[in-house]
């Protein structure tokens, strides 16, 4: 990472504003939630008529008519749905970098090793994550958005086909009762396209959500680098730096993460606390799980100039649901906050001593420790040396921070955009 940004004043945000907001910046996840029950609700009872009103032979089990095409249509459904985002992903030029189902964890961000995992905390959760090829910024990625609308639209088809088909037959016999099954299990699996296609805000951004906030060439250009680094952090890699005039948009807003880190290893601090403000500015294009990222860096930095009740005051200032996600580290760059958590707020040796066995874990899935990884490792040493300085709490002797392996000092950074050439900002970097 290298130094590739400029404080605009007509874009620096005001101390206590917030950034105005609209529909699509509010999470609607429970009032819809009603609204996908209601659907569900209203296919089961359409099924139960058909049921009663003798279109299927006798002796069919009304069980396992109602959890056949329930059960077979919602995970068939989200499986071709999704492969119908695969294909087209690949088309525009992109690929899976990650992938979760029933609790089995694909991490596909190394193109040479695929690393398989199961967590059983995350065996209700499905996702699956892009990331443009050879980190290409310039890909459009909206062909991956109507992957899953074309495929659904072929299944709708297929069904409809084939119930008309079959389901008027005379005698009453198999392909009726196959039409009737195969007709609910599409409307039962209708659920995951009807989620994907609803344009509100809710829990993750859907992908009709994504078509409209990745309009813009631009917005596009934030997407592909905030999926980069997606991949990147879970390769263990560095992140790719880009700037912008203003990040008042959902993916320009997800960059400026990677810029504060990179101001927070080169030291510049003053630039770290403006870029903080800058995340809290544009708070409202952060989903929930990612809400914790600007909080719980102003802690970090609140410790890193020694101001201890300042940083336990700005802690217990999050929200209960924040800290919650802070503990667990889901980030690299997460570890030397919690470290010091874990010591002067929670006074938790054991937790500590899982959080560094977690951090041992990750690093030695990277297949190389990168300049990232490298100044992380750095930042968590000094933090433990700090921890250790915590009279509550008996440290035992061999309590480190484990490191291996040389330290790459590849970094990437993008010109800001429409302002510098990357050439620029190399020369800038040699006079650093």
Not at 66 to 76: D, E, R, T
Not at 219 to 245: H, P
Not at 252 to 257: L, P
């Amino acid at each position: 990472m290298a130094e590739n940004q400029e404080t605009n004043p007509q874009t620096k945000p005001k101390e206590g504003v917030l950034a105005k907001t609209s529909l699509l910046d509010h999470n609607a996840s429970w009032p819809l939630m009603l609204v996908y029950l209601g659907y569900l609700i209203g296919i089961y009872f359409a099924q139960r008529a058909t049921f009663t009103a003798g279109v299927l032979t006798a002796g069919i089990s009304q069980y396992s008519y109602f959890l056949v095409a329930m059960l077979v249509g919602i995970v068939v459904t989200c499986i071709l749905y999704n492969l119908g985002k695969v294909i087209f992903a690949a088309i525009a030029g992109y690929r899976v970098i990650y992938l979760e189902f029933l609790g089995i964890v694909f991490n596909c961000s190394n193109p040479s090793k695929t690393l398989v995992s199961f967590h059983i905390d995350k065996f209700l959760d499905v996702a699956m994550k892009f990331a443009p090829k050879n980190d290409d910024t310039s890909k459009n990625p909206r062909p991956i958005f109507f992957g899953g609308y074309i495929a659904e639209a072929i299944i709708v088809a297929v069904s409809v086909i084939i119930y008309f088909v079959l389901g008027f037959q005379k005698p009453i016999g198999t392909s009726t009762n196959a039409a009737y099954y195969l007709l609910f299990a599409m409307l039962y699996g209708f659920i995951t396209p009807l989620y994907e296609l609803l344009p509100f805000r809710q829990d993750y951004p859907t992908d009709m959500f994504n078509l409209l906030v990745t309009s813009k060439k631009e917005d596009q250009e934030a997407f592909n680098v905030f999926s980069i680094n997606r991949r990147r952090e879970l390769a263990g890699e560095d992140y790719l730096v880009k700037t912008y005039e203003d990040y008042d948009s959902f993916y320009k807003a997800h960059v400026i993460y990677a810029v504060y880190l990179d101001d927070l290893y080169a030291s510049r601090l003053q630039k770290a606390f403006e870029d903080l403000s800058q995340m809290k500015y544009y708070g409202k294009y952060f989903i929930e799980e990612e809400n914790y990222l600007a909080d719980s860096e102003m802690v970090y930095l609140k410790y890193l100039i020694d101001d201890a009740e300042g940083a336990s005051k700005a802690f217990f200032q999050m929200k209960s649901d924040d800290r919650k996600v802070l503990v667990k580290a889901p980030l690299f760059s997460n570890y030397r906050t919690v470290i010091l958590v874990d010591s002067y707020i929670r006074n938790d040796l054991e937790s500590l001593k899982n959080l560094l066995a977690s951090m041992k874990k990750n690093e030695e899935s990277y297949a190389t420790l990168s300049h990232r990884v490298s100044k992380e490792i750095e930042l968590s040493k000094t933090a433990l040396e700090k921890a250790k300085k915590n009279p509550n709490i008996t440290f035992p002797s061999e309590l480190s921070i484990p490191e291996k392996g040389a330290v790459s000092e590849t970094k990437e950074v993008l010109p800001k955009a429409g302002k510098k050439s990357v050439e620029e900002n190399k020369d800038e970097d040699e006079e650093e």
